[in-house]
């Protein structure tokens, strides 16, 4: 006798009956994306660009407007021409005022990219006295514009400058004496070689005695500015000179650095029966990090730096 077989033939799910519907009907709603919790909101708002929730998010809805209009939304800002170009640099330069304008002197950090930084930057110190960080990146700033924009920050603790035209000396100890509680500076310069940053160093000892980190963007450096770097600044917990020449590393001051430095960065040493070309230091992976150790003072003592 043979047996039976069954053919099974799969098919598109089939439409929900009366009993089925009834289930689904006493499942708790799925909560509406208008009624989250506006920190989570605004958490998920601030993963945008600055323009992006000025021009398109707040108008979404008047929930997302709500929460764009909360202060707090600001207290961190970064702005990048490069994604306002399609506005054009007046555009870019009212979106900068319009987010300051809404954290109503909250902000506490602040990022700007890109050539029309100077654009902005006035406007917002002036209604920014609380903040705490500053960054600056690809910006070509007029020198006169960055110290009397600095001065207006008392409360900054961390200055990053990476930009086209150097601070003097001179607007370096604006920028120090008007910012006493600045704990962390950087300066990078990519476009002018062969500069010479021994004054700039002895300006930031003489007027920036709170830093804790230090790297400082140049092509030379005389001991005389190390020297005033390690006088002045008794908190200084890390030094970044990996892009600096110049430097006599010997005895006494290599001592003083490794007893005084917790992270210490310098430019490497060539071994003898390599060549080296200028450039080929300015690549990151070229550094060598030294860090302070438990090592004897005899140890310390003997290690010599030559630079080329």
Not at 65 to 78: A, S
Not at 211 to 237: F, M, S, T, V
Not at 276 to 302: A, L, P, R
Request: aromatic fraction near 6%; charged fraction near 25%; glycine fraction near 4%.
């Amino acid at each position: 006798m043979l047996s039976t077989v069954k053919t099974v033939i799969v098919t598109e799910p089939s439409i929900p009956t009366v009993a089925s519907s009834s289930v689904l009907h006493r499942l708790p709603p799925l909560p509406s994306w208008t009624e989250l919790p506006d920190d989570l909101t605004a958490n998920i708002l601030q993963r945008l660009h600055t323009e992006e929730i000025l021009v398109t998010a707040q108008e979404v809805c008047s929930t997302w407007w709500r929460v764009c209009k909360n202060p707090n939304m600001w207290r961190i800002m970064d702005l990048d021409h490069e994604h306002c170009r399609r506005y054009g640099l007046k555009e870019f330069k009212n979106i900068c005022r319009c987010a300051v304008d809404l954290s109503q002197g909250k902000l506490v950090e602040l990022k700007l990219t890109g050539l029309a930084v100077d654009l902005s930057i006035n406007y917002a110190t002036e209604r920014s006295s609380q903040l705490r960080c500053l960054t600056l990146s690809e910006s070509q700033i007029m020198g006169y514009v960055l110290p009397e924009a600095i001065k207006k920050l008392p409360r900054l603790e961390e200055l990053h400058l990476c930009v086209m035209l150097i601070p003097n000396p001179t607007d370096l100890e604006t920028i120090g004496i008007s910012c006493p509680m600045l704990k962390s500076f950087t300066y990078r310069n990519h476009w002018v070689v062969n500069l010479d940053v021994s004054e700039h160093v002895v300006a930031i000892g003489k007027t920036m005695p709170n830093l804790h980190h230090l790297q400082p963007c140049g092509k030379w450096i005389e001991n005389r500015g190390l020297e005033a770097i390690l006088d002045g600044c008794p908190h200084l917990e890390s030094l970044d000179l990996g892009r600096c020449k110049g430097l006599d590393m010997q005895g006494a001051l290599v001592k003083r650095c490794f007893e005084q430095i917790k992270d210490l960065r310098l430019r490497p040493v060539s071994p003898p029966s390599i060549s080296y070309q200028d450039g080929d230091y300015d690549s990151d992976s070229s550094y060598y990090d030294i860090y302070s150790s438990s090592d004897s003072d005899e140890e310390n003592d003997s290690i010599h730096y030559e630079y080329n």
